[in-house]
């Protein structure tokens, strides 16, 4: 199972939100300085999130994205904002290793059949669901649709893995959703990242005994909850 520090980008600062609430925030300092110290502590994968990509269509943060693509020696993937071919080769630019699909993997399916033709390995896509059903637009709105239904969606379009995020545990260190995380995984043969309320120790043993692909580690790696080594060893 691969553990994915997660670094947060809103305004230029490392941040984390609570419930996907910009206005509800904790800054943590520079982003760069987050993505060096997770890689000095054995990340192998970095996850990077563009907030005010994901909010406002900005790109207000590439240069900061792109010094972090180039000063670590590990392998990054990032989100927000990312809505056409363009995108995705502008942040591919960026040296990024693969990017994420959030809303668009929603609104156009053609689209990520596209990027998943024209990108293979390089695009994942994000599910993000508040109480079962996708959320868009940065977790501002909330579709009808299930997050299984379109885990199956991004599976026939030719993706490979997701990123699950419960939104509802998002930032809240309330433990991880890991038995929807499994049956995602099982019933799509899609490799799943859990996201989300991953408050522990015990959260990772879990997901690693369900044979989770990936887990992104969020809030708890911030507040010195989880030590990013001990993490590892487990």
Request: one cysteine or more.
């Amino acid at each position: 199972m691969i553990l994915f520090p997660a670094v947060d980008i809103l305004d230029g600062e490392a941040v984390r939100l609570l419930y996907g609430d910009r206005e509800k925030k904790t800054v943590y300092g520079k982003p760069l300085e987050m993505a060096l110290k997770w890689q000095s502590e054995g990340a192998e994968f970095l996850h990077l999130v563009d907030l005010n990509g994901a909010f406002d269509y900005s790109k207000a943060n590439f240069g900061i994205l792109k010094e972090i693509a180039a000063s670590v020696k590990i392998k990054t993937q990032m989100g927000g904002g990312v809505r056409t071919i363009k995108d995705v080769e502008d942040r591919l630019n960026l040296g990024i290793t693969r990017v994420i699909l959030g809303t668009a993997a929603y609104e156009n399916p053609a689209f990520v059949k596209e990027c998943a033709k024209e990108f293979p390995g390089r695009v994942v896509c994000g599910i993000d669901c508040k109480d079962g059903f996708v959320a868009v637009k940065g977790w501002v709105e909330k579709t009808k649709k299930t997050g299984l239904d379109l885990a199956k969606e991004i599976k026939d379009a030719g993706i490979d893995t997701v990123i699950y995020t419960d939104i509802s545990r998002d930032g809240a260190m309330t433990g991880v959703n890991a038995e929807g995380c499994k049956r995602l995984q099982d019933e799509t043969g899609l490799n799943v990242v859990a996201s989300g309320g991953v408050n522990g120790y015990d959260d990772i043993k879990t997901l690693k005994a369900a044979e989770l692909y990936g887990a992104i580690l969020g809030r708890a790696l911030y507040n010195g909850t989880i030590n990013l080594q001990d993490a590892l060893k487990i």
